[in-house]
Nanobody, 128 residues
């Protein structure tokens, strides 16, 4: 059974940085092929949106336009952890952030499909 634990959220002032971590247990999906691992966020009253994703087969990454150039995914294969470095945070980035994973034989199927495994979420609050 794959389990995901996300962490690293907290309060930060606008312009600041945070690093979120998503640690997998049960299977080191960071090193296995054909896993999409994504970060989603959801703010109160808003729909959940996909922020960034990683495809384990070749390390492909994708970033939502709103975070391009500010957020970066990195991997720690030994710790089975995927990190999301968030720089230049804005109040609009405030949300509950979740990491999630699903099996996919193609990176194109990482987006727009339901994810199977979810972390518990970590809150990011950016004050102006």
């Amino acid at each position: 059974q794959i389990r995901l634990a996300d962490s690293g959220g907290g309060p930060v002032q606008a312009g600041g940085s945070l690093r979120l971590s998503c640690t997998a247990s049960g299977l080191n999906i960071i090193t296995y092929s054909n896993y999409c691992i994504a970060w989603f966020r959801q703010a109160p009253g808003k729909e959940r949106e996909e922020v960034a994703l990683f495809w384990s087969t070749d390390g492909s990454t994708y970033y939502h336009d709103s975070v391009k150039g500010r957020f970066t995914i990195s991997q720690d294969k030994v710790k089975s952890t995927l990190n999301l470095r968030m720089n230049g945070l804005e109040p609009e980035d405030s949300a509950m952030y979740y990491c999630a994973a699903r099996v996919s034989t193609s990176v194109s199927r990482c987006r727009g499909h339901e994810y199977t495994y979810w972390g518990q979420g970590t809150q990011v609050t950016v004050s102006s």
